[in-house]
């Protein structure tokens, strides 16, 4: 790809990123709460996953050969309704109801909404749920890849590491872990809770391809993905190292960010933070 071409690719990429970081604020504001400072943080990587990555078709969310995007940490829903939604899956006015009841984008994602792979909401399952697909589909002998995005905390489950485990043993190149270190948990870093580093060295001596890089850099996502599609017979661990409220300094800043409430005022601050950069 010509430097040029890359060069227009990222630009695109962190508008796409800086309008899902505006989706999120839209559904934090319609609840005054919630995994706001989770869907900043990731936003870069599902704009490059679903605008760039993943071979999905949004009029077909179950077409057969899709690539298959495997949350693991349901909470972090937030991110992908604001992916869904600007990718055509489900209607933009219907992020206002994340969180009401009654609705389909409820805080924890839901398979019955189409373009979610998996129920989430316990913690710790969705590697294993993503080995397992990637296992059926190459017995199918589908085209298909599948990426798993989970998180620094999950790092701490047993099932976790039994996935990493099989991935490595049933050699599955078509399998990408992402990790959001983004250094926080419920109560606190993990660092003060249980520590979970050193996080690549652990992917590594599991037998997977790894990488870690700023999550929040579009350009170097986009690297680590092509350099790691170039890796046969091990999955692929690609960790990230993110900021919580991610485009929001407002958010940064805060001590705390697992689950937020906002103050009325503030939303209309934090909409301004995000459009101001690129
Ligand atoms: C098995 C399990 N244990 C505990 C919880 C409660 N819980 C929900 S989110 C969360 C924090 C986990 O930290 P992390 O996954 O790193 O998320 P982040 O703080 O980055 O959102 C916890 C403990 C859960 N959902 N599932």
């Given at each position: ?59 077909r969310p179950d077409w057969e050969d899709r690539d298959r ?43 019955s909404l189409p373009g979610v792979e998996m129920t989430g ?37 047993g099932a976790t590491w039994e996935a990493a485990m099989s ?112």
């Open positions: 790809m010509h430097d040029t071409d890359r060069a227009a690719l990222v630009t695109a990429l962190k508008t796409r990123a800086r309008t899902l970081r505006l989706h999120v604020l839209r559904m934090g504001e319609c609840v005054g709460q919630g995994y706001v400072g989770q869907g900043l943080d990731i936003a870069d990587l599902m704009a490059v996953l679903y605008f760039h990555t993943l071979r999905f078709d949004p009029a995007f495997v949350l693991s940490i349901g909470h972090y829903a937030i991110a992908l309704y604001a992916a869904l939604a600007e990718a055509g899956v489900i209607p933009e006015a219907e992020l206002d109801t994340y969180g009401a009841d009654g609705s389909r984008l409820e805080m924890s994602a839901a398979e909401g316990s913690l710790g399952h969705g590697l294993s749920q993503a080995v397992g697909m990637a296992i059926g589909l190459r017995l199918d002998k589908r085209p298909s890849r599948v990426f798993n995005l989970l998180s620094d905390g999950e790092l701490q489950e991935g490595a043993h049933y050699r599955l190149d078509h399998l990408y872990a992402f990790i959001d270190c983004n250094n926080q948990q419920a109560d606190g870093p993990p660092s003060q809770i249980m520590n979970v580093e050193p996080v690549e060295e652990k992917w590594k001596a599991f037998g997977w391809d790894t990488r870690r890089i700023d999550g929040n850099n579009i350009d170097a996502i986009l690297a680590a993905l092509e350099e790691a599609g170039r890796v046969s017979e091990r999955p692929h661990a690609i960790i990230l190292d993110t900021l919580m409220g991610k485009g929001v300094p407002l958010f940064e800043r805060r001590e705390k960010l697992h689950f937020i409430r906002v103050g009325r005022e503030e939303w209309e601050l934090a909409r301004k933070q995000v459009s101001e950069v690129l």
